[in-house]
């Protein structure tokens, strides 16, 4: 296949020709799989000859997109019209992209990549940093959170947890994205209390990152008489082998706790305002300790409808 009079890639169409020019033709190969699977359209230039050089054979492969469905988790700016957005992805892990003019009032897409937006999204792999293409909305969380301060705090939570659990390596997170899904619709949906959503949802993305609490027997011993919990060694500790720091919680708290976590609704929403004081503490010491860092949201998540306060 011979190069067209205006191919862009042509380097005779660059400059006008001379005696040291490379001499040669791009040959069409077909497409070919990359490490990533995707299809791109591969060119080679072949016999191309250089001064004093001999023959070169180059490859060219453009860079690919995909397509994926991701949950937005925060914007930034980018310039004086851009944004980068970092979404939760369903089969690649967290990402961040530019988003090319979306703080423009006349942006197509600039509203649908807005935080708590869950959206199916088109982009193109770039060296630094990947572009979105195209965005489509499956579903917006934030238009009720953003009329609700109560459902905003624990939805805001919710994200930024998500954003600490996850890496940017491209790591799939499929179970991570299924449960913000999950916990974002039930929050918005109005069907639990909101305070027990945010806990339920800390303990399960903490359990799914690796940090299941033990709430059945002693992280040390094993044995199932286990009154304490300890934060730092990672769940409840018999008598014996009790820590420092470790705090004495109600039969009950500990039966909430296992229902926040395995998602025993029934239990969870009879509850008494006690227990329920006594596990938001317990898992918002929990939650800090295992990443490292307080997370910035977190103290001002509303406890008023449980009559709790954010402590």
């Given at each position: 296949?011979?190069?067209?009079?205006?191919?862009?890639?042509?380097?005779?169409?660059?400059?006008?020709?001379?005696?040291?020019?490379?001499?040669?033709?791009?040959?069409?190969?077909?497409?070919?799989?990359?490490?990533?699977?995707?299809?791109?359209?591969?060119?080679?230039?072949?016999?191309?000859?250089?001064?004093?050089?001999?023959?070169?054979?180059?490859?060219?492969?453009?860079?690919?997109?995909?397509?994926?469905?991701?949950?937005?988790?925060?914007?930034?700016?980018?310039?004086?019209?851009?944004?980068?957005?970092?979404?939760?992805?369903?089969?690649?892990?967290?990402?961040?992209?530019?988003?090319?003019?979306?703080?423009?009032?006349?942006?197509?897409?600039?509203?649908?990549?807005?935080?708590?937006?869950?959206?199916?999204v088109l982009v193109h792999e770039g060296r630094n940093l990947d572009i979105i293409q195209q965005a489509e909305l499956v579903v917006s969380y934030g238009q009720d959170m953003a009329i609700d301060y109560t459902l905003w705090t624990a939805g805001q939570?919710?994200?930024?947890?998500?954003?600490?659990?996850?890496?940017?390596?491209?790591?799939?997170?499929?179970?991570?994205?299924?449960?913000?899904?999950?916990?974002?619709?039930?929050?918005?949906?109005?069907?639990?209390?909101?305070?027990?959503?945010?806990?339920?949802?800390?303990?399960?993305?903490?359990?799914?990152?690796?940090?299941?609490?033990?709430?059945?027997?002693?992280?040390?011993?094993?044995?199932?008489?286990?009154?304490?919990?300890?934060?730092?060694?990672?769940?409840?500790?018999?008598?014996?082998?009790?820590?420092?720091?470790?705090?004495?919680?109600?039969?009950?708290?500990?039966?909430l706790l296992k229902a926040l976590l395995v998602g025993d609704w029934v239990f969870a929403d009879n509850a008494s305002l006690t227990?329920?004081?006594?596990?938001?503490?317990?898992?918002?010491?929990?939650?800090?300790?295992?990443?490292?860092?307080?997370?910035?949201?977190?103290?001002?998540?509303?406890?008023?409808?449980?009559?709790?306060?954010?402590?």
């Amino acid at each position: 296949m011979g190069i067209a009079a205006n191919d862009p890639l042509s380097y005779h169409n660059q400059r006008k020709p001379g005696r040291d020019d490379p001499q040669g033709s791009l040959e069409f190969l077909g497409f070919q799989r990359n490490h990533l699977g995707f299809r791109v359209l591969v060119l080679v230039c072949h016999t191309l000859t250089l001064p004093d050089c001999g023959e070169i054979r180059a490859t060219i492969c453009p860079m690919p997109s995909y397509r994926t469905e991701a949950i937005v988790l925060r914007t930034h700016k980018l310039g004086e019209a851009d944004r980068i957005v970092t979404m939760l992805t369903k089969d690649r892990g967290k990402i961040r992209a530019v988003a090319k003019g979306v703080r423009r009032t006349k942006s197509r897409f600039g509203a649908r990549l807005e935080p708590f937006s869950r959206v199916d999204v088109l982009v193109h792999e770039g060296r630094n940093l990947d572009i979105i293409q195209q965005a489509e909305l499956v579903v917006s969380y934030g238009q009720d959170m953003a009329i609700d301060y109560t459902l905003w705090t624990a939805g805001q939570t919710m994200v930024e947890t998500a954003d600490r659990l996850t890496s940017e390596e491209s790591v799939a997170s499929e179970s991570q994205y299924v449960l913000l899904a999950a916990a974002l619709r039930t929050l918005t949906n109005g069907e639990h209390d909101s305070t027990l959503v945010l806990d339920s949802y800390l303990l399960r993305s903490l359990s799914l990152a690796g940090y299941s609490p033990s709430l059945d027997a002693c992280v040390v011993c094993g044995t199932f008489d286990a009154a304490f919990f300890n934060v730092g060694a990672g769940g409840s500790m018999c008598a014996d082998h009790r820590a420092p720091g470790s705090i004495a919680p109600k039969p009950e708290t500990f039966d909430l706790l296992k229902a926040l976590l395995v998602g025993d609704w029934v239990f969870a929403d009879n509850a008494s305002l006690t227990c329920q004081k006594e596990v938001s503490g317990i898992v918002a010491a929990y939650v800090q300790w295992h990443l490292e860092r307080a997370l910035r949201s977190l103290p001002l998540v509303d406890r008023s409808m449980t009559g709790l306060s954010n402590g």
